[in-house]
C-alpha cells in the first residue's frame, strides 16, 4: 500500500533578494501570530482556547536567519490565508523555497562512538 504523500512546506526566509536582513526583527512571530487562528478544527473559544501558533504557519530561526514555515494544507483550511502568506513574502521580495523540516534526531549516548 502505497504511502499518503506529506504536505509540501514553503520556507519564507528573512534576507531579501536584495541580501538585506528584513525588519523588523519580530516579523516572522508577528506573521505567524496573524495566522494563528487558521488550524485544524477552527478556531478553539471560551475555556479551550489558548494562546498559539497555527501549526501551518509558524516561526522557525534557521542557520540564525528568522524564517516562517508554511505548510500547503493551510490551503484546505483557508485559501486567501495561504495566499496572503505566499504574496507577503513576494511583496517584501522575500525568498520562498520548498523542503520539508526534517524531525530532530535523538543524541547518541555519551561514550558512544557516535556521540560528538
Known amino acids: ?5 506529506k504536505a509540501r512546506q514553503f520556507f519564507i526566509h528573512g534576507v531579501t533578494v536584495h541580501g538585506k536582513t528584513f525588519r523588523p526583527s519580530d ?4 506573521l505567524c ?5 487558521y488550524r ?5 473559544t471560551g475555556r479551550d482556547a489558548f494562546i498559539g501558533y497555527s501549526p501551518y504557519v ?7 536567519v528568522k524564517c516562517v514555515v508554511v505548510d500547503e ?6 485559501l486567501m490565508a495561504f495566499n496572503f502568506v505566499m504574496n507577503f513574502a513576494r511583496d517584501n521580495e ?3 523555497m ?19
Do not use: Q
Open 73 to 78: 494544507r493551510l490551503k484546505d483550511v483557508e
Open 1 to 5: 500500500m502505497a504511502e499518503p504523500l
Open 98 to 116: 520548498e523542503g520539508c523540516v526534517l524531525p530532530d534526531t535523538p543524541k547518541a549516548p555519551a561514550g558512544s562512538p557516535l556521540a560528538g
Open 33 to 37: 501570530g496573524v495566522m494563528s487562528p
Open 40 to 44: 485544524p478544527g477552527g478556531i478553539a
Open 27 to 30: 516579523w516572522a512571530e508577528r
Open 58 to 64: 509558524r516561526p522557525e530561526t534557521i542557520g540564525g
Open 94 to 96: 522575500l525568498p520562498v
